[in-house]
């Protein structure tokens, strides 16, 4: 692709979002969906930030490598994804695992699902590739990571944040010289190198990597002939462009979007139920940590077409309210207290129930005079009459998953589990 004076160079690369995982920590949240489809924030999905981040950064070509379960998640692509014009040189391509170069062969790893689809890529005609993790949580700005990437001549140039070095055994960690150089990439290390001049931090991998798209198809193809390998860009691909390339990190607070609100840049990996509620539980804050309310860099996603949320009954004891909560379109609260909490699109709750530090995702109902207490509960999950949950550790944990921090996650698996056993 031929590169006019002026062009941005979005408009010369395409996103490569890595969707197919299933992220199991999140236990019975990914039994029907896989991770990137998981609800966050009131009515989007977790894969909508890497999307709307692409596609606010000016990058109008995109495929999605979907594998687990993946039907709830290419149907919220069908539906919220859906308005890419290929006659505005715009696409978005779903990119199953379909056994396209071997009928014995899914994907491999994360490099070997950019491999199978080197055919598509190329046809896109783009000079460079972003490669994008489908499941975290964050507001950043592609171009100027890409204006380093080719600014630097780096082969790979790879995003990174800033942790303190007690956390950083759970991430990819760069061992980095004064010029940004990555000189070593060790994968959750037990002691951490950390940043030059900054003892206490260190350089995380965030997953997010910028290639020419050539040098990369070359390396996949290599790659992919290499018996050895487990064809994955974390163990494979990146250190060995450390060792034989040039590598350079970049670091996400340069590029972090924000509306001046929030005091640091925010990246969440909500792949723990404790993370993933603590996350939209942030949401409510009286000064969030991440600024859903930015106009100037929205989080696009499937709007459905809901009535508004209504507020019912004003009486003592039966009042419906809400206070320090996020209540979505087509929610009704009924003579009962949500306090602190999260109600996706058509959630109810009926008269004297309260909820406090609730995480409810869409189409909940919550029945009269039950009592609720830092939950998390999946879409659908209907709420028997006077179930209190959150005062009794051990009879939580009896039939629901309590996390060893005290979130209890509920499904209606165990809701009819609980309800059989009391009949």
């Known amino acids: 692709m031929k590169a006019r004076p ?187 190198p950390t940043i030059p001049g900054d003892p206490k931090n260190s350089l995380a991998s965030m997953g997010i990597y910028v290639f020419n798209w050539d040098f990369l198809r070359d390396l996949l193809i290599r790659d992919a002939e290499d018996p050895n390998s487990s064809h994955d860009f974390g163990n494979d691909i990146i250190p060995d462009i450390v060792k034989n390339g040039k590598a350079m990190a970049h670091s996400f607070a340069e590029s972090c979007v924000t509306s001046g609100l929030e005091d640091e840049p925010y990246w969440r990996d909500v792949g723990t139920i404790d993370a993933f509620w603590q996350a939209n539980i942030d949401l409510t804050d009286f000064v969030p940590k991440l600024d859903l309310y930015d106009n100037s860099w929205p989080i696009w996603t499937y709007a459905e077409i809901v009535p508004p949320a209504k507020f019912i009954h004003d009486e003592d004891g039966r009042r419906g309210s809400a206070v320090s909560s996020l209540i979505s379109g087509d929610c009704i609260v009924s003579g009962s207290e949500v306090r602190n909490s999260l109600l996706f699109t058509g959630c109810r709750t009926h008269s004297f129930s309260s909820l406090e530090y609730v995480v409810a995702l869409p189409q909940v109902v919550v029945n009269r005079r039950a009592e609720l207490k830092n939950c998390v509960i999946d879409r659908g999950v209907i709420i028997p009459e006077g179930l209190v949950i959150g005062e009794d550790p051990v009879e939580d944990a009896k039939w629901f998953r309590r996390t060893d921090n005290g979130i209890v996650l509920i499904t209606q698996d165990m809701i009819d589990a609980w309800s059989r056993a009391k009949l």
Request: glycine share 8%.
């Open 6 to 192: 002026n062009q941005r160079l979005s408009s010369q690369a395409m996103a490569f979002v890595l969707a197919g995982g299933r992220g199991s920590r999140l236990k019975e949240l990914t039994d029907r969906r896989a991770k990137p489809a998981v609800y966050f924030g009131g009515k989007t999905r977790i894969i909508d930030f890497a999307l709307s981040n692409a596609l606010n950064s000016g990058v109008r070509k995109m495929a999605i490598a979907t594998q687990y379960k993946a039907h709830s998640l290419i149907r919220h692509m069908q539906r919220g994804w859906g308005f890419f014009r290929a006659e505005r040189n715009e696409y978005l391509d779903i990119l199953p695992a379909s056994q396209r170069v071997d009928e014995n062969k899914w994907y491999l790893g994360t490099a070997d699902a950019v491999t199978q689809n080197i055919d598509i890529v190329d046809s896109y005609g783009v000079k460079y590739v972003i490669i994008l993790a489908g499941d975290h949580i964050y507001k950043m700005d592609y171009e100027i990571m890409l204006m380093q990437h080719v600014a630097t001549r780096a082969d790979v140039t790879i995003g990174c944040l800033t942790v303190p070095k007690e956390e950083a055994t759970a991430f990819g960690v760069m061992h980095v010289d004064t010029e940004g150089r990555i000189t070593d990439f060790l994968e959750k290390p037990k002691n951490p």
